[in-house]
């Protein structure tokens, strides 16, 4: 899909790897000024910004926990005052912590929803009142076919995925009139170094349960939420964009 974002600023948090890489590398590719979170792959997000700005694009990478709400409004701010404004945001920072409910510690628990939920909300709240100013903006928020299927043995992952849709839709109900839309993009299972370690019959499984017979690249992944960045999409909010191939019918 041919995109044109030159001029916007685009914020996406966990952009190191995995989705979060092929995001950071499609909204560049796409003309938009990148900003990108990190929490500890120091190397990677330097090699990442090194590339990008060997390519043209003006690049702005900033270590922190999407946890913190401080530090949610100081990347906010830092993106906003280095380019001038904040067009989109992609929430997709976001860990797991699997394991049955009855094995389950607190600290499992409060960590998934911690960086999945919280972190959704402290970005989404730091960028609020920036994109109402500018009466226009777009955000994307990475939940996952979990969110609304469940799976034994991530309760925790599973209920902030979850949560990320009802947050997204009063959201949208909230910024619409300003002029900004909110959306999801819910992934199944996606070709990443996390999958790459599974074991072939955990993976032969996987692939029976979905009925195109495959993983997306994390490259599909990433083309979803640059359509709902994209201007093309400026109707349609609150929506949530299953991209699991059938996973979930």
């Known amino acids: 899909?041919?995109?044109?974002?030159?001029?916007?600023?685009?914020?996406?948090?966990?952009?190191?790897r995995g989705i979060g890489r092929a995001l950071v590398e499609a909204f560049a590719e796409a003309g938009a000024h990148v900003a990108f979170t990190f929490r500890s792959s120091t190397d990677a997000a330097a090699a990442l910004v090194e590339s990008l700005e060997e390519q043209g694009t003006e690049t702005l990478s900033l270590q922190g926990d999407v946890a913190d709400l401080d530090a949610a409004q100081a990347h906010v701010n830092a993106v906003t005052e280095h380019f001038g404004s904040l067009d989109v945001l992609v929430n997709n920072a976001g860990i797991t912590r699997d394991g049955l409910l009855l094995r389950m510690g607190e600290d499992d628990w409060d960590d998934v929803i911690d960086t999945n939920l919280k972190g959704t909300f402290n970005f989404c709240k730091a960028a609020y009142m920036p994109m109402m100013r500018q009466q226009s903006g777009s955000i994307v928020n990475i939940s996952s076919v979990v969110g609304t299927t469940g799976n034994a043995g991530q309760t925790n992952y599973a209920a902030s995925k979850a949560g990320i849709v009802g947050f997204s839709k009063s959201l949208a109900k909230e910024l619409g009139g300003r002029n900004v839309t909110v959306n999801v993009v819910a992934p199944g299972y996606v070709q990443t170094d996390m999958t790459d370690e599974l074991d072939e019959e955990t993976r032969d499984s996987i692939l029976d349960a979905v009925p195109l017979d495959r993983l997306a690249t994390t490259e599909e992944i990433a083309e979803a939420v640059l359509f709902l960045a994209a201007p093309a999409s400026d109707y349609i909010t609150g929506h949530v964009l299953q991209v699991n191939g059938g996973l979930s019918m």
């Open 1 to 16: 899909m041919q995109v044109d974002l030159h001029g916007s600023t685009v914020l996406v948090t966990g952009g190191t």
